[in-house]
């Protein structure tokens, strides 16, 4: 079985398959992780879904060419039908890497947790060449990535 992008350790089938598949995700955090594991998999029909309608962009479109690496969840709680998820996430872009940092706000309507909008902030990620690679191959910066 195939481990879940959203690095829960647990199975994709078990974990975010059954959300992208629309059981309803009992939490923000969890719907956060299956839109993480969505973004990852370029399921662009889950994250609009999963997006409330007050707030999803018209054509949404994920960018070609982003390999999601590594999700951290910093944070996360609900107070009734609403709730928030403060995570990272870092990507590799060609040959850059960046993390992304939100504060995301979630509401859940009919059941539903629905991704509302969020603060969220880019900045690029410039390991040491003696560094650990941010790719996950093990290999020292220098000697991977930055070749």
Known sequence: MTTCPCQSDLPYEN??????????????????RSRYSAFVRNDT???????????????????DGDDWLELTVLSS???????QVH???LRRRDKG????????RFVREDGHWFYV?????????????NEPC????????????AA
Not at 17 to 22: C, E, F, K, T, V
Not at 48 to 54: E, G, I, Q, T, Y
């Open 87 to 89: 995570f990272r996430a």
């Open 117 to 129: 909008d969020g603060d969220s902030k880019v900045s690029n990620l410039k390991p040491g060449r």
């Open 45 to 63: 029909t889950y994250v609009a879904r999963s997006w409330h309608p007050d707030t999803r962009p018209t054509g949404l479109m994920l960018e």
């Open 15 to 32: 974990c975010c398959a059954p959300l992208h598949r629309g059981e309803p995700a009992p939490t923000p955090e969890a719907l956060m």
């Open 77 to 83: 709680d609900a107070d009734g039908d609403r709730g």
């Open 97 to 104: 890497f960046s993390v992304l940092e939100e504060h995301s």
């Open 134 to 145: 941010p790719c996950g191959s093990g290999k020292k910066f220098k000697k991977c990535c």
